[in-house]
Nanobody
Framework: QVQLVESGGGLVQTGGSLRLSCAAS????????MGWFRQAPGKEREFVAY???????RYADSVKGRFTISRDNAKNTVYLQMTSLKPDDTAVYYC????????????????WGQGTQVTVSS
C-alpha cells in the first residue's frame, strides 16, 4: 500500500510559477511510476505528466515546455515544476503511483493522493 500526499498548490497570476510536491510512503518508491493528473470543474481528470522509475518521462501536449516532472528517490518525493501558468491550468492536481504499469490514463495507476488546488488568475 502506498500513501501519497500532495502539497504546493495555491493562487498564482498568469505567467507565474508553482512547484507541486508529492510525498510517498513505502520502501519501494524508486520502483514506482509516478504521474500527475488534473481535474478542472465540470471536466474529466486528465493526464499531465509521468515519470518512470528509470527517469524517462512524458507530458501532455498542453503542458509540454512549461511543466517539468522530476523525482527524488532519497526523499520519496515527486515534483511538478509549473511555469508560464495560464488560467486553463486551474484545476485540482493529483499525484498517482503504480508499481506495475504506467501510462496516460487514470486506469494505469492504483494509488492516488487527495489532490491540491491550483488556481491561476487572469
Amino acid at each position: 500500500q502506498v500513501q501519497l500526499v500532495e502539497s504546493g498548490g495555491g493562487l498564482v497570476q498568469t505567467g507565474g510559477s508553482l512547484r507541486l510536491s508529492c510525498a510517498a510512503s513505502g520502501r519501494t518508491f524508486s520502483s514506482y511510476a509516478m504521474g500527475w493528473f488534473r481535474q478542472a470543474p465540470g471536466k474529466e481528470r486528465e493526464f499531465v505528466a509521468y515519470i518512470r522509475s528509470g527517469g524517462s518521462n512524458r507530458y501532455a501536449d498542453s503542458v509540454k515546455g512549461r511543466f517539468t516532472i522530476s523525482r527524488d528517490n532519497a526523499k520519496n518525493t515527486v515534483y511538478l515544476q509549473m511555469t508560464s501558468l495560464k488560467p486553463d491550468d486551474t484545476a485540482v492536481y493529483y499525484c498517482a503511483a503504480n508499481d506495475r504499469t504506467f501510462g496516460v490514463t487514470a486506469q494505469d495507476y492504483a494509488y492516488w493522493g487527495q489532490g491540491t488546488q491550483v488556481t491561476v488568475s487572469s
